[in-house]
């Protein structure tokens, strides 16, 4: 998305702070609102003041601070879009989630529960805990056990983890069913063979969705898990953390006290 042409760019596509200015078209936030907004790519948010357009914005969740709101847009959003916008997961269905204890899977195991879905996820050993706690059905440790042979068949595969895990999913999915990635296009060809939908997306933002979820969290229907926290001046050793270690919830910069 950022070639050598568009630098210097400032990172950073989720926020949460409260409204400094507006134009003067804008009715729906006022001054001094408290907000939180997933944000399109030509305005980072790694900095004190962010521009954002008033239909990536919602009112924050009551029951955050700014923090924990901070965590939820991004991995929200695009949790949000893949199971229901493009994955179609309606209430009974069953939907195997894979990498369920990160950012974006921890919120896609809760808005599937929310939802009334039946919940799979894949994870590492030490985060099956975690994974039942968020409400999964069924926890698979993705290093000793092989979930196309201990899940039944579902209607939707949420990949979040690519490569031979996609692969190996489209033995899992029922006819009729999608699977779904944030990383790389699903085989085209092999899905047509099963009779399954199968589509790679991006997350785009929405106002309207982050208020659905930001009403989820305030009726503790959704909990937000923070990993750690870095000052703002602490960026690029919060990225490093993300590439490095395994992180289980979000990171999150504080710029301003």
Same mark, same amino acid.
């Given at each position: 998305?950022?070639?050598?042409?568009? #630098?210097?760019? $400032?990172?950073?596509?989720? $926020?949460?702070?409260?409204?400094?200015?507006?134009?003067?078209?804008?009715?729906?936030?006022?001054?001094?609102?408290?907000?939180?907004?997933?944000?399109?790519?030509?305005?980072?948010?790694?900095?004190?003041?962010?521009?954002?357009?008033?239909?990536?914005?919602?009112?924050?969740?009551?029951?955050?601070?700014?923090?924990?709101?901070?965590?939820?847009?991004?991995?929200?959003?695009?949790?949000?879009?893949?199971?229901?916008?493009?994955?179609?997961?309606?209430?009974?269905?069953?939907?195997?989630?894979?990498?369920?204890?990160?950012?974006?899977?921890?919120?896609?195991?809760?808005?599937?529960?929310?939802?009334?879905?039946?919940?799979?996820?894949?994870?590492?050993?030490?985060?099956?805990?975690?994974?039942?706690? #968020?409400? *999964?059905?069924?926890?698979?440790?993705?290093?000793?056990?092989?979930?196309?042979?201990?899940?039944?068949?579902?209607?939707?595969?949420?990949?979040? $983890?690519?490569?031979?895990?996609?692969?190996?999913?489209? @033995?899992?999915?029922?006819?009729?069913?999608?699977?779904?990635?944030? #990383?790389?296009?699903?085989?085209? *060809?092999?899905?047509?063979?099963?009779?399954?939908?199968?589509?790679?997306?991006?997350?785009?933002?929405?106002?309207?969705?982050?208020?659905?979820?930001?009403?989820?969290?305030?009726?503790?229907?959704? @909990? $937000?898990?923070?990993?750690?926290?870095?000052?703002?001046?602490?960026?690029?050793?919060?990225?490093?953390?993300?590439?490095?270690?395994?992180?289980?919830?979000?990171?999150?910069? @504080?710029?301003?006290?």
């Amino acid at each position: 998305m950022v070639t050598e042409k568009d #630098l210097p760019y $400032v990172l950073g596509r989720d $926020v949460s702070g409260q409204i400094a200015a507006a134009g003067d078209d804008v009715s729906s936030f006022l001054i001094g609102d408290e907000v939180f907004a997933f944000l399109s790519p030509e305005h980072g948010g790694y900095e004190e003041f962010v521009l954002a357009r008033v239909d990536e914005v919602a009112a924050k969740p009551k029951s955050l601070d700014a923090v924990g709101a901070a965590a939820v847009p991004l991995a929200g959003i695009t949790a949000w879009q893949g199971l229901f916008d493009q994955g179609g997961l309606r209430q009974g269905q069953r939907v195997l989630i894979h990498g369920g204890a990160g950012g974006v899977g921890h919120f896609a195991i809760q808005f599937a529960k929310a939802k009334g879905a039946w919940v799979a996820t894949t994870v590492s050993a030490s985060d099956k805990e975690f994974a039942r706690d #968020l409400g *999964a059905d069924q926890v698979i440790d993705y290093k000793s056990e092989k979930f196309e042979d201990l899940v039944e068949p579902v209607d939707l595969v949420f990949d979040l $983890v690519g490569g031979e895990t996609q692969e190996r999913s489209f @033995k899992v999915v029922k006819p009729g069913g999608a699977l779904i990635s944030t #990383l790389q296009e699903p085989d085209e *060809a092999r899905a047509a063979d099963c009779n399954i939908r199968a589509a790679r997306y991006t997350a785009q933002p929405n106002g309207a969705q982050l208020q659905q979820i930001a009403d989820l969290i305030d009726e503790s229907k959704v @909990k $937000v898990v923070i990993a750690s926290t870095f000052e703002l001046r602490e960026a690029a050793k919060a990225q490093a953390a993300l590439k490095e270690n395994h992180i289980r919830g979000k990171v999150v910069l @504080k710029v301003v006290d």
